[in-house]
């Protein structure tokens, strides 16, 4: 099991199942979201992460058409993503977690809205979307 927290430790949670898949995305919006170059995430099933407290301290933002971002309200950090199409995943933020993770990410995606001040230094494979 993984535990993960926000970083006033209000709102933690835990995955009970394995991560399907783990990227950074440097895609515009996961930069304005995270304020970093990329952001880190982790593709899990829903049924297997469960808000263990401070759901009543996440809100959410809808940062494009059907996709909704949760943050913690005090802190900010942001934790988990729902998207409308793919109501069965949760899409976790890595930096969130307390844990190691077995998976690591396995790719970078959204190269195309890399800025250039920002240099992939690593071997994993490169995409230009997702
Ligand atoms: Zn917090
Ligand atoms: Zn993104």
Request: a negative charge; glycine letters at 6%; aromatic letters at 8%.
């Amino acid at each position: 099991m993984l535990s993960g927290s926000c970083h006033c430790q209000r709102v933690k949670y835990e995955v009970t199942g394995p991560i399907q898949s783990a990227q950074h995305c440097h895609c515009h919006t996961c930069r304005k979201i995270h304020g970093t170059v990329f952001g880190s995430s982790a593709v899990v099933d829903g049924t297997v992460f469960r808000v263990t407290e401070g759901q009543d301290h996440l809100v959410e933002y809808e940062s494009s058409p059907g996709k909704r971002r949760y943050f913690c309200s005090t802190c900010h950090s942001p934790i988990y993503a729902l998207q409308a199409d793919e109501p069965e995943i949760v899409v976790l933020r890595l930096g969130t977690l307390d844990d190691e993770p077995d998976q690591k990410p396995s790719r970078h995606i959204w190269l195309s809205d890399k800025p250039a001040w920002y240099e992939v230094k690593d071997a994993l494979p490169q995409h230009e979307t997702n």
